[in-house]
């Protein structure tokens, strides 16, 4: 079931001006409750302009953004609930710390939400765990904080009010590969718990393949196709067009082909290769 839905959504920058620049084209695309959805394609291509649409940051300049049906933009006041049910993580969120401890900066939301302090105290706990961040740290300031560090706040101060819908924009960026999968385990500990629909933007194709179930694939400001990762995957030749590259190893599962290996399946994770190579070591 599509939760959160695009109908021939535009959206153009300084319309009417020498400057005008049309990020999205007549946009139609769903995301489906409950499932892990990647956004991706090159740089300009639209990405960050429809996740920013999502939560009603941008308005549409033609088109509507339906959730559960209703048009987000209907009033002021089904606005501001789309945006305590709709948390989105802008890139680099650990610029956005503004309080005097991790604790306040995480309870920032759920104090907006009205919730007791009881409740926040509660939601403030439990954010900081799924990211990963010690109590211990609660109580320090953010500019205390390592990098990684200040990106797990950040990103808990969204879990703390328990969006239905995650929507993050390179969430891993910068982070070395041990903060990157603390990032993305998370994330995903945080969609177990409360059914929750994650939307992700990302440059990396090996993150998209591995975490993932859909993709929406962009170019021009339109969506080129959208599918289960093995049939985005399946098609090489659209990401190249795109401007993108499949998966690392999926260029090694290649470069064995050409060596004679007889390799098949998805070979565009870890675990797909490794699973075709073993098949191939058991039939000789």
């Known amino acids: 079931m599509e939760l959160l839905k695009l109908e021939g959504v535009s959206c153009i ?81 650990e610029y956005q710390l503004f309080d005097d401890t991790v604790a306040k900066d995480i309870a920032y939301g759920p104090r907006n939400m009205g919730l007791s302090e009881e409740e926040i105290a509660v939601r403030v706990k439990e954010a900081a765990s799924f990211v990963g961040l010690p109590e211990e740290l609660l109580d320090k ?47 995903l500990a945080y969609r177990r718990a409360h059914n929750a629909t994650l939307i992700l933007v990302s440059h990396s194709m090996e993150d998209m393949a591995k975490y993932c179930d859909n993709i929406v694939l962009m170019k021009n400001a339109q969506v080129v196709k959208t599918g289960s990762v093995a049939e985005i995957f399946a098609e090489p030749s659209l990401l190249y067009e ?32 490794k699973s075709a190579l073993l098949q191939v070591l058991a039939q000789k």
């Open 13 to 93: 920058y300084g319309k009417g001006t020498p400057f005008e620049i049309k990020a999205l084209d007549g946009v139609s695309v769903g995301f489906e409750k409950g499932c892990v959805t990647g956004v991706i394609g090159h740089t300009g291509s639209g990405k960050s302009t429809l996740v920013q649409m999502l939560n009603g940051l941008l308005k549409p300049t033609e088109g509507k953004v339906l959730l559960d049906g209703k048009d987000i933009h209907e009033s002021k006041k089904e606005l501001a609930r789309v945006r305590f049910r709709v948390g989105l993580v802008m890139q680099y969120p």
């Open 141 to 187: 300031s953010p500019l205390d904080l390592s990098g990684g560090q200040k990106r797990r706040a950040a990103i808990a101060g969204v879990f703390a009010m328990r969006p239905e819908v995650l929507v993050l924009d390179e969430p891993a960026a910068g982070l070395d590969p041990r903060g990157k999968n603390e990032i993305f385990e998370g994330l």
């Open 242 to 273: 795109a401007g993108l590259a499949m998966p690392a190893v999926f260029e090694i599962a290649e470069k064995l082909r050409e060596r004679g290996i007889p390799l098949s399946g998805e070979l565009y994770t870890v675990e797909g290769l």
